[in-house]
């Protein structure tokens, strides 16, 4: 285990975006236009009113064996990444925490677990009033995902939770109101988004002040050497991968083309101070194939 975590942040970095580094002009990228007035599908432009129904149609595939395929493509390693995630965070008893695209429910579940485990190590295992106030949203635009978290829940002992609530809705137009949530996490899920800017700014609306925005995302390999093997493994292995475990292949070259239209670790964080978030600093996991962005609303 230990040498799975060693392997899990290799190669971590953590970089504070400056304001300067914001405020200074950049020249314009692929990524910069996508994320203007077009968009895209893995590497087909779409118009935007299709992007919605076409990734829908992508997770509603893969719904079903979408944590095994996880599982198969970062060899586990993605259960560190979401502990990782959730360490940051720093969940506590009483928390409004709001979980975006996280229909399985993996991220919400960890989040759960480190808040009863907080409680029950500071109360000796007795109920307090500031657990009974805790509270997860999972919130996820697609319905299938959501079923699968359910179940899961079911499975763990969790469906007569109260502090569990599952929100079928939309990353760019959340029915939460203003100042509402103490944490905000999205893992795998923002690069899915027509408009990733729409999704930061109702990120920032619903936290409250003091409350914490992070990303778990796959992003941009920044080593020369492995950047190569991980283009052959990503375009060649992890296709051929969800053919035959989840027998879908589309989805997943979808997939790996849409982590290569995402914006690069430093323009990603420059997104999220735009959106008004502070503090923005990002941490590259195994040379960048993964990064965790956080930021605070102040």
Known sequence: MQAARRLACWSLQRRLLLPSQAQAPS?????????????????????????SKLVGNVFSSVASSYD?????????????????????????????HLDVAGGTGDVAFRVLERIKSVGHRAMQGTLTENEEDTHIYVCDINPNMLNVGKKRA?????????CLSWIQGDAEALSFEDGSMDGYTIAFGIRNVTHIEKALSEAYRVLKRGGRFLCLELSH???????????????????????LVAGDRQSYQYLVESIRRFPNQ?????????????????????????AIHSGLKL
């Open 27 to 51: 020249i314009p990228t692929a990524a910069a236009f996508l994320h203007s007035h077009a968009t895209s599908f893995g590497y087909k432009q779409v118009r935007e009113e299709e992007k």
């Open 266 to 290: 430093e323009k990603f964080a420059q997104m999220i101070q735009e959106a008004g978030f502070q503090r923005v600093e990002y941490e590259n996991l195994v040379g960048g194939v993964v």
């Open 154 to 162: 079911a499975e763990r002992g969790y469906s007569e939770e109260h």
């Open 221 to 243: 390999v920044d080593v020369p050497v492995f950047k190569e093997i991980y283009d052959v493994y990503s375009f060649s292995v992890i296709p051929t991968i969800g053919e």
């Open 68 to 96: 095994l395929m996880n599982d198969f493509m970062s060899v586990g390693l993605h259960r560190l990444w979401k502990d990782r995630l959730v360490s940051k965070l720093n969940p506590f008893p009483g928390m409004k």
